[in-house]
């Protein structure tokens, strides 16, 4: 998804359907149908990456004590962020300020708009309504920030984590998505790619995830006691899940249904599988054995890996890519987190984190032309690389900041970490009463 702010979409927003005489040559803006459902579609494809998709994948990842309170987080973290969206969320990111850093408030509670107000799509002369467009970008904010809960998994207060987020969202997520997806907005301007989302979503969530586990310390008996996931079931369903759900994701990111959707979504096939194979390939290799667990695992790399690249890499350069980042993730949550004895528990950052920022390089260089991309002639890889390690970059450490400074004002007045009774008891049961499964 590159820009809201095209000239078509400008046409739009400003309300210039109804053109002046002097205009009689311009062409009546067009608002296909089988664009605008295709966008609707693939905002519910997003919507079931989050629920139930990303909340019986991280559910399945922890102990069956926990199971519940994954699922609650889940759940409130989407509502939360979508009410936030529509009061100033949707403004700050894209509401018509010059500013390269965030949109202003000229869209709160998004004013102004109707069910007859469109937005341009990637083709001059398209729209799709704007409400269905605010709904696409909702369930990308709400899905970024439900990806943190995974490495605070089994013991944080639940409470906190809610005011984290509004906090992370507000002060990191929108405008990132600003700066990125906005014409007027920080890394949009310095030429990076961003199909659909690899620094706003995966790279913001995975260093806001790695900050967070890091301040909250390590889980009662990490390193000692066996913290297996006890359900690799659910965690199947819900992998199997994002994977169905990120072709709205990816090739909704395309706003129109078309061949441009159509590479995105051959791009989120091929990338996938060829992470599936690489992490197994690596396991057996070091390990002996092809787990389930390297599986899921490898699915949701190559997913991540291909959010930026989907609309302009070629199909085996998406191979290339999900099983080279699938590798690298591999070597990241086996061995560099052991070494380095931190406690993410569901390897956000070294999936979500590592693996964005591999794909967000990774797209400078196979998006040539040369290499099957869809770069035009003068397309350079070492210029297009640097910029979008720049934008990496300026992500990691905007995101960084944020989420520090919010942990620790949440910790300094609220608390963040359950206690260790609770934590030993189980979250399910101290913050919700009630529990997951009844023996």
Not at 277 to 287: D, G, M, Q, Y
Not at 368 to 389: E, N, R
Request: hydrophobic share 55%.
């Amino acid at each position: 998804m590159f820009s809201l702010n095209r000239v078509t979409g400008l046409v739009a927003g400003l309300g210039l359907l109804a053109a002046p005489a002097l205009a009689q040559e311009a062409a009546t803006p067009v608002m296909d149908k089988g664009d605008t459902a295709w966008m609707m579609i693939s905002t519910i494809l997003v919507l079931a990456m989050i629920l139930p998709g990303v909340a019986l994948f991280y559910g399945g990842l922890v102990r069956s004590k926990n199971m519940l309170s994954v699922l609650m987080q889940s759940t409130m973290i989407t509502a939360l962020v979508m009410v936030l969206w529509v009061v100033f969320g949707y403004s700050a990111a894209f509401g018509g300020s010059d500013s390269p850093y965030w949109g202003g408030f000229g869209k709160l509670f998004l004013k102004g708009i109707t069910a007859d107000t469109m937005i341009g799509t990637f083709s001059e002369g398209f729209v799709i309504p704007e409400f269905v467009f605010i709904s696409f970008q909702m369930t990308f904010a709400a899905i970024t920030a439900v990806l943190i809960v995974g490495a605070l998994a089994e013991r944080i207060k639940f409470g906190s984590l809610l005011v984290f987020v509004a906090l992370w969202v507000t002060f990191a997520y929108f405008p990132v998505a600003h700066m990125v997806w906005d014409s007027a907005g920080l890394i949009f301007n310095l030429g990076a790619l961003d199909f659909a989302g690899g620094t706003v979503v995966h790279i913001n969530a995975g260093v806001a995830a790695l900050v967070g586990c890091l301040l909250l310390g390590k889980r009662i008996g990490f390193g000692r006691d066996m913290l297996a996931p006890h359900s690799m079931t659910l965690t199947m369903v819900g992998a199997s899940l994002l994977w169905v759900g990120w072709f709205g994701f990816n090739a909704g990111s395309n706003l129109e249904a078309n061949g441009g959707a159509g590479l995105a979504m051959i791009n989120t096939f091929t990338a996938t599988a060829g992470a599936i194979l690489a992490w197994s390939l690596v396991e057996t290799l070091h390990r002996g054995k092809a787990s389930m667990l390297g599986a899921a695992s490898g699915m949701v790399a190559g997913l991540v890996a291909v959010t930026p690249a989907a609309g302009s890499v070629g199909p085996v350069g998406a191979i290339v890519l999900g099983g080279f980042a699938a590798a690298v993730c591999y070597f990241f949550v086996s061995t560099v987190k052991n070494k380095l004895n931190y406690d993410d528990s569901l390897d956000v950052f070294g999936i979500h984190g590592v693996g964005g920022i591999i794909g967000a390089v990774g797209t400078g260089i196979l998006t040539a032309p040369s290499l099957g991309g869809t770069g035009g002639a003068d397309f350079s890889i070492a210029g297009q690389t640097l910029i979008q390690v720049e934008a990496v970059v300026i992500t990691i450490i905007w995101s960084a900041i944020v989420a520090f400074v919010a942990f620790k004002l949440v910790d300094m007045t609220m608390g963040l970490r359950v206690s260790e009774d609770d934590e030993r008891q189980g979250l399910d049961l101290t913050s919700h009463g009630e529990s997951a499964y009844h023996f």
